[in-house]
């Protein structure tokens, strides 16, 4: 019991975690201020819930590049919309952003099950489709602030707790976060609980013996993109709400860092291996080292170098994981 | 004599114009072990493919209890108790045993949710009904093939069936987990029911089938009691060809030299002095258990042991075996067992694959000689025998005999002096193996190569080397003339060692 705890990949990425925070600590002790936790922990709300998407694609054997597209879409038509109309909701706009969200998932879906399309080329078609769409017909200016719907923001700065430091500056721990856990625990669900989940699995898994069993291939294909579409969507709009700002060039290049985020959980790229726990912890993971880049104020640029590092070693380090048990 | 359980009546399939069965009739017997006989491309497949209703026949019919089924898609035929274990498994790596074994029918029951107690239940029951003990909590990818294939069948019989069809269940065990296999048979048998065994090892089919049917191109070929079989009457219905199980007679050219000496090699926990001398144009069998150092030997001629010790001589000379390049250059070449996973590029063309390790010695400054590359493979093909129309063809539209020799032709292109074969046949159907075995004799004696021959398939042994040696714990401790031996005392030596 003890054993199979420590093989666990769950395990393995807590201790390296773990290592890398007193290593952050170290280096610089302002990281463990409840103010720099709390900014942390807030960072992870976005990319945690899109990595959330990507997840279950990447388990069910395929790969999804289009969601921070679809992610801008959802926020930026949404901002837009409520803006035009002058739409004071909270509900609405999200289930709107959701919708767009699940309705681009699902034309992924349509493309891979019903033209057995490789994924990765697929979504990098929808994926520009949807952005060239957005910025060539809906508009390129970004909505700040001023114009920003209030009960947006209102929204996205909802407080837990709210702290005061000695030197009278004032930090919270944001209530978006249990946004992001209730979505987790729903997903951990999904995948750990439900036929549906095991499905995904197993398609990821061996697809031939999975439909010789009687998985629905079709309705796992559907679900998996949808899912990754419509949690997109929200995270973009819950992304807007959160930074008070709607841009329509948002989130580029952040597929790299959500699927680095999947992998370094320990998801294999090949597919029927992932879990919800250890996606949260590879995406705290890369949160955390971007964080503390800017802590120590290293220039951004340096952070893609970064991140190209984590997904190289991540990815290395499953695929020996892997090959141990082939062999 | 039993009532029919399934048959079928007058069954065609074409695919593409290819006609894979034609007006095939069959009929299976409730409880019976019936074994279906019959080449690579026989029809086997689509056969049983026809049978767990994944093809629907072009015409014919299917009847399950004497009742005409119109409509049999892979439900139906799993709610009328069919379960086929294919080659594959259909196994799920990367989920546990547990799951594996429950899942489909829990699949099956309509279940959304996962009740994991209940799931745990369901496989420990499905363990212990075949008298098993594997770990539920592993991922069957850290399984052995036996292993996983237990697995299979265990889930198979989770769902009751009336018939089990097993798709080639042998082609990747050892001999003794055949032997539990087939008692694990036996015992389902026991329990009423039905047992499609498909396969094209004659030897097999005798030891555990009460009933053949051969097929050949899409039609029945011959059927009956397995009594009314001697197994030249199977070769020759298998393949429709006869096949001549003459040995091979090796005489000692006059004033020859030793092709290959071995003294004293060792590799410390796997081989222990090991002495050989092969003379050119010898071949030499070599078994042993699994664990015996018989692959290991073959290893350390192929460069794959650096930290050997003892003494190797090529044609007088001693060779420095540290490496793969230096066993190459010294005219050793090994073919592995899983040469077609690991040996052959299967999307790339059959002269590309011949001329793979030879294109160093056809170039020049780094040039490919392309002319020279050219004939040097059309001569291959022609020497090998390849059936192909052309050698631009990829290697996988090719027959598994056909590939076996593309792989043994390529390193034959490098002028081997020493070729050592692992499992040479394992997977290939009669006739194929026939004409590989005629192959390798040909290449001995026209070319004086000296070829070790590592295997399981005793027969194989006794009927194409002149001398076999068993290794035992990493030392030969028998050598006997093949003239002077049969497939009989061979076995009883192995088994007394086990």
């Known amino acids: 019991m003890r054993l199979s705890v420590l093989r666990r990949s769950e395990t393995v990425i807590a201790l390296v975690l773990l290592a890398a925070m007193l290593l952050i600590g170290l280096i610089n002790p302002a990281f463990w201020n409840l103010a720099n936790l709390f900014s942390l922990a807030r960072s992870n709300v976005v990319i945690g819930i899109m990595a959330l998407g990507v997840l279950t694609v990447m388990i069910s054997g395929g790969i ?107 930090f919270a721990l944001s209530a978006m976060l249990l946004i992001y856990l209730a979505m987790a625990l729903l997903v951990h669900f999904l995948l750990t609980h ?56 948002d989130f580029n290049g952040l597929e790299l860092d959500v699927i680095a985020a999947v992998v370094l959980g320990g998801a294999s790229i090949f597919g029927g291996r ?15 080292v971007s964080n503390s880049l800017i802590i120590m104020h290293i220039a951004t640029t340096w952070q893609r170098v970064v991140v190209g590092f984590i997904v190289i070693i991540a990815t290395a380090a499953t695929s020996w994981r892997d090959r141990r048990r082939i062999a | ?82 379960q086929v274990i294919y080659q594959d498994f259909s196994l799920f790596p990367t989920l546990t045993v547990a799951e594996n074994l429950a899942l489909p029918s829990e699949i099956h029951a309509g279940r959304r949710l996962v009740r994991w107690r209940h799931v745990h239940q369901l496989a420990r029951a499905a363990l212990a009904r075949l008298g098993i003990d594997i770990d539920l909590a592993a991922n069957v990818e850290t399984l052995s093939t036996a292993e996983r294939q237990l697995v299979a069948i265990a889930r198979a ?23 539990r296999l087939f008692a694990i048979v036996r015992d389902i048998q026991r329990q009423g029911i039905a047992v499609l065994f498909v396969s094209h090892k004659i030897r097999e089919m005798f030891d555990i089938s009460e009933r053949i049917t051969v097929i050949r191109n899409g039609c029945v070929v011959a059927a009956g009691a397995i009594g009314e079989f001697n197994e030249a009457a199977l070769a020759r219905a298998m393949t429709g060809q006869e096949i001549t199980a003459e040995g091979y007679r090796w005489m000692p050219p006059p004033g020859a030299k030793p092709r290959l000496e071995i003294r004293g090699l060792t590799v410390p926990g796997e081989l222990q002095g090991i002495d050989l001398r092969v003379m050119p144009g010898e071949i030499i069998g070599i078994s042993g258990l699994l664990g015996s150092g018989r692959t290991e030997l073959a290893l350390a001629l192929f460069g794959l042991r650096p930290t050997h010790q003892g003494e190797i001589r090529v044609d007088g000379r001693a060779a420095a075996l540290r490496s793969v390049q230096q066993a190459v250059s010294a005219g050793i070449t090994y073919v592995p067992e899983d040469r ?67 792989v043994i032709g390529r390193w034959l292109m490098r002028d081997a002096r020493v070729l050592i074969l692992n499992g040479p046949t394992v997977g290939v159907d009669v006739g194929s193996k026939a004409g590989i075995h005629r192959r390798i004799r040909d290449l001995a004696e026209s070319r004086g190569v000296a070829v070790l021959m590592i295997s399981d398939d005793l027969p194989e042994l006794v009927q194409n080397c002149n001398r076999i040696l068993i290794l035992h714990r990493g030392k030969i401790v028998e050598e006997v003339m093949a003239e002077a031996t049969t497939e009989a005392i061979l076995s009883e030596i192995l088994k007394a060692l086990s």
């Open chain 1, 64 to 170: 999804d590049v289009s969601f921070p597209a679809f992610a801008v879409a959802a926020m930026y038509l949404t901002v837009r919309a409520m803006v035009a109309w002058d739409w004071q909701g909270v509900a609405g706009p999200f289930v709107m952003a959701t919708a767009i969200g699940l309705a681009l998932g699902l034309i992924n879906a349509a493309f891979v099950y019903g033209l057995r399309m490789i994924p990765l080329i697929v979504t990098l078609g929808t994926g520009s489709l949807v952005r060239g769409f957005l910025l060539g017909v809906v508009g390129t200016s970004q909505v700040n602030i001023d114009r920003m719907p209030k009960s947006l923001i209102a929204f996205g700065s909802t407080e837990l707790t709210s702290l005061s430091d000695p030197a009278g500056g004032h």
């Open chain 1, 194 to 249: 439900t036929m549906l989940g095991r499905g995904i699995y197993a398609l990821g898994s061996d697809g031939e013996a999975a439909r010789r069993v009687g998985f629905d291939r079709r309705l796992t294909i559907f679900v998996v993109y949808a899912l990754a579409g419509a949690l997109a969507g929200f995270a973009g709009l819950l992304h807007g709400a959160m930074i008070w700002l709607a841009n329509p060039r």
């Open chain 2, 157 to 179: 019989l989770m769902s009751a069936p009336r018939l089990l069809v097993m798709d080639e269940p042998t082609t990747t065990l050892t001999g003794r987990e055949v032997e």
């Open chain 2, 1 to 82: 004599m039993s009532e029919p359980l399934i048959s079928l009546c007058e069954v065609s399939k074409s695919f593409g114009g290819v006609q894979a069965l034609a007006g095939l009739s069959l009929t299976l017997r409730r409880g019976e072990i019936h074994c279906l006989a019959g080449e690579n491309g026989s029809g086997k497949s689509t056969l049983i493919k026809i049978i767990a209703g994944i093809y629907r026949p072009d015409s014919g019919s299917v009847l399950i209890d004497g009742e005409t089924i119109t409509q049999l898609d892979p439900i139906t035929a799993i709610a009328h108790g069919i």
């Open chain 1, 274 to 288: 992932g879990s919800v726990l250890g996606t949260m912890l590879g995406v705290f993971m890369l949160v955390m």
């Open chain 2, 340 to 406: 077609l996973t690991e040996g052959l590029f299967l999307t790339q063309t059959i002269n590309r694959n011949l001329l793979a390790a030879s294109f160093e010695a056809l170039s020049r400054y780094f040039l490919i000689d392309f002319a020279r590359a050219r004939r040097a493979s059309a001569d291959m093909i022609a020497e090998m025998q390849i059936t192909t129309p052309s050698g631009e063809r990829p290697v996988m539209e090719l027959s598994g005999g056909n590939q076996q020799r593309v």
